[in-house]
C-alpha cells in the first residue's frame, strides 16, 4: 500500500501552515483523499507536486 500523508506532515515538509496545506488540496493544486473524513495525501503525488512548484 502507497504511504499517505496526513495534512501535519505535509504542511511541515513544505513549512507552511496547515491552513496553506489544506488550501492547496481545495484549491487543486495539491490531490488528496478522504478516509473517514480526514484528508490525506498520496506520497507519490506529494512528491509530484514538489517536482511541478520547483520547475
Do not use: Q
Not at 511541515?12 to 491552513?19: K, Q
Amino acid at each position: 500500500m502507497e504511504p499517505l500523508l496526513t495534512m501535519r506532515e505535509v504542511a511541515g515538509m513544505l513549512a507552511v501552515s496547515r491552513a496553506t496545506a489544506y488550501r492547496l488540496t481545495a484549491e487543486g493544486e495539491l490531490p488528496f483523499v478522504r478516509i473517514s473524513g480526514s484528508i490525506r495525501v498520496r506520497k507519490t503525488d506529494f512528491d509530484a507536486f514538489l517536482l511541478r512548484v520547483r520547475s
